[in-house]
Nanobody, 114 residues
Framework: QVRLVESGGGLVQPGGSLRLSCAASRTIFSSKPMAWYRQAPGKERERVALSTIDGGTNYENFVKGRFTISRDNAKNMVYLQMNSLKPEDTAVYYC????????WGQGTQVTVSS
């Protein structure tokens, strides 16, 4: 079992930026695709961005051009740079292995509001 700890969320105004971080309890990043997911109140959890083991990335259309996923395998870290945030980006954000997630962490709350 891998323990995942997300951080970096907060309250930001529309158009603002946040950088989320995800730390894993052991070395998994170098051998697994990693993804950021989010879950808004009353909605299903959805994938936001994917980082493949060879450095490739993939984004859902609703964040493409605004969010950037990156990883540091040596530090067991995954990041999500979020720019041009919109109120509809408000959600709890999680990182996990893709496509078969391990135990979910507590997530980090992102609230976009004026």
């Amino acid at each position: 079992q891998v323990r995942l700890v997300e951080s970096g969320g907060g309250l930001v105004q529309p158009g603002g930026s946040l950088r989320l971080s995800c730390a894993a309890s052991r070395t998994i990043f170098s051998s697994k695709p990693m993804a950021w997911y989010r879950q808004a109140p009353g909605k299903e959890r959805e994938r936001v961005a994917l980082s493949t083991i060879d450095g490739g990335t993939n984004y859902e259309n609703f964040v493409k051009g605004r969010f950037t996923i990156s990883r540091d395998n040596a530090k067991n870290m995954v990041y999500l740079q979020m720019n041009s945030l919109k109120p509809e980006d408000t959600a709890v954000y999680y990182c996990n292995i893709f496509p078969y997630p391990d135990t979910w962490g507590q997530g980090t709350q992102v609230t976009v509001s004026s």
